[in-house]
């Protein structure tokens, strides 16, 4: 999944914002971190559900990008578990090659997920819904702290 076209670039004025990638496979969560990282962004890299809970409580991300397929308990858990601990203000994005059917992308969805790609994708494609959640985060900050 090399990147062949021209993505957004990180822009000096604006903080580098992190997305925290899920994915039990070091190769699809290595090409992600890749595509992430060319985007602007700093990409951070958990194997596990129970790992990602963990780096997600000790330094909250940006967003999520998380598989389902995970070991030791699925990303399904961990998207039940993330909405429990943060809320609507951490964009979750279901990113899966094996779980692609509608019920799945429904059963994610319903979960609380924000969005649910499924493999093979455009890799512009997934940096725009990554862009598109992190401005519905900040649009949803900014309404809440003019209210205050």
Do not use: N, W
Request: charged share 25%; glycine share 8%; aromatic share 6%.
């Amino acid at each position: 999944m090399g990147v062949t076209h021209p993505l957004p670039r990180y822009r000096p004025f604006e903080p580098i914002e992190s997305i925290l990638i899920v994915d039990g496979d070091a190769g699809a969560r290595g090409r992600l971190a890749e595509l992430v990282g060319s985007a602007g962004y700093k990409a951070r890299e958990a194997s596990c559900g129970v790992e990602a809970l963990a780096a997600a409580r000790h330094a909250p991300p940006s967003a999520i990008l998380l598989d389902v397929a995970l070991p030791g308990m699925t990303g399904y858990d961990v998207c039940r578990t993330l909405r429990e601990q943060f809320g609507e203000e951490l964009p979750i994005i279901f990113v899966s090659s094996d779980r692609t059917e509608p019920l799945d992308r429904v059963a994610g969805l319903m979960i609380g997920a924000d969005d649910y790609v499924t493999a093979p994708f455009a890799p512009a494609e997934l940096v725009a819904r990554i862009k598109r959640s992190l401005t519905r985060v900040h649009s949803l900050r900014r309404a809440r702290r003019a209210r205050v």
